[in-house]
């Protein structure tokens, strides 16, 4: 459902919010240009920005380092807004031990297996940050690089461009990406990302978005009561080291099977040898949909208790879900609680994990000459 300015305005009401805050709740649901104030200054003296944006009853918070989406806000169904995106109050946290907290992923979304591949002919060893392999780009992935970032207004859109330039050979990968990525907020509150990239050489490229979701607001505790859906009949199943082993198994009978609508927590303890591998579910689900040249809907989640609505569409082959296994109440987030086990989950619609090692899988090769393109629309309702 989409979250139009009638909802925001009877949800106010039931709400029993006053004349004048409906008032600005109406105000907000309309796009205004993005704000930027300082967020922080890196150790090398460079300065972060936090960008703020809101159109349609959504409110989004991104810093110019790693693209990260620091907080989203949206409505529930009496109008109350909370943050549903995991991240940090400061960017030390950031810089020192965010596990992708809203980040913007590049070269390479996920696992290469020994951070290793070999694309016509030539053999190239990668920045090495997950035991063997190479995870969500190398030590230094996009993540935790800064992003020139260029507001705009566009008719009753309102977004951040997103400019990185990542040098030949850096974290090993072959050709100089000149990388863009557009987040739009739409008059109706949906979250577009819009992916661009060019190479210098023949490289690969798989670009995603690492939010953290919890529906019911980050550090109010765990995601196993949210429903999930996935529009997939088969998955990857991953070796030790969560490298897919090549197979595309069909999740019939088994609990990857997210066809229809399930809470995460229901088959989350079968103890499948999968899950116990990946200490939950961090899989990438084969869409059924394939690569389609527009974006095409692929899954969905839903918190029950808020009401608040996740619908998630792609031009993508792949879905990474992941159930937050590694939170393990380390890490305090944007409102100070404590995050644990399942307390956020992410859907990264992406090509397959490996695939640069995988010759049956979608290629993720861009050559000179090409122009990466990809789209993820996030659409919120109550
Ligand atoms: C991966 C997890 C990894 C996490 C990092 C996810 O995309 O699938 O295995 O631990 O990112 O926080």
Not at 107 to 121: K, M, Q, V
Not at 371 to 377: D, E, K
Request: hydrophobic share 30%.
């Amino acid at each position: 459902m989409e979250l139009s300015r009638r909802t925001v305005v009877a949800g106010a009401a039931a709400a029993g919010l006053t004349a004048a805050t409906i008032g600005s709740a109406q105000a907000a649901a309309r796009g205004r240009k993005p704000t930027k104030e300082l967020f922080g200054t890196l150790a090398d003296g460079t300065k972060v920005h936090r960008w703020s944006l809101e159109n349609g009853g959504t409110r989004l918070k991104v810093l110019s380092y790693g693209g990260i989406v620091q907080s989203l806000e949206i409505p529930d169904r009496h109008g109350r807004y909370a943050n549903v995106s995991l991240g940090f109050a400061a960017l030390d946290d950031y810089v020192a031990k965010s596990p992708y907290f809203g980040a913007s992923i590049g070269r390479y979304g996920n696992r290469i297996a020994g951070g290793r591949f070999t694309l016509d002919g030539k053999s190239y060893q990668l920045s090495v940050n997950d035991g063997v392999n190479s995870l969500h780009g190398g030590a230094k992935g996009f993540d935790k690089q800064v992003w020139d970032v260029e507001p705009f207004t566009n008719g009753s859109h309102v977004g951040l461009h997103l400019h990185y330039t990542s040098v030949d050979g850096e974290m090993g990968y072959p050709g100089t990406l000149r990388v863009k990525v557009t987040y739009t907020l739409s008059r109706h509150g949906e979250w577009r990302i819009d992916y661009e990239a060019t190479t210098g050489k023949a490289t690969v490229v798989n670009l995603t978005s690492h939010v953290y979701w919890n529906l019911a607001g980050e550090g109010s505790g765990t995601i196993e009561g949210h429903e999930v859906a996935i529009a997939a009949s088969r998955y990857t199943p991953t070796d030790s080291g969560l490298i897919p082993t090549g197979e595309l198994a069909e999740v019939a009978g088994t609990p990857f099977d997210f066809r229809r609508a399930k809470p995460v927590g229901r088959d989350i303890r079968a103890g499948h040898p999968q899950q116990v591998t990946a200490k939950g579910y961090d899989h990438n689900w084969v869409l059924d949909k394939g690569v389609t040249a527009k974006p095409e809907p692929v899954a969905t989640l839903r918190d029950p208790r808020s009401g608040r609505t996740l619908k998630i569409a792609t031009d993508q082959p792949g879905l990474q879900f992941y159930s937050g296994n590694f939170l393990d109440g380390t890490l305090v987030g944007t409102s100070g609680h404590a995050y644990r086990q399942g307390d956020g989950l992410c859907l990264e619609t992406q090509h397959f994990p490996d695939s640069p090692n995988k010759p049956s899988f979608p290629s993720t090769v861009l050559r000179p000459g090409q122009t990466y393109r990809t789209s993820t629309i996030h659409s919120f309702g109550a």
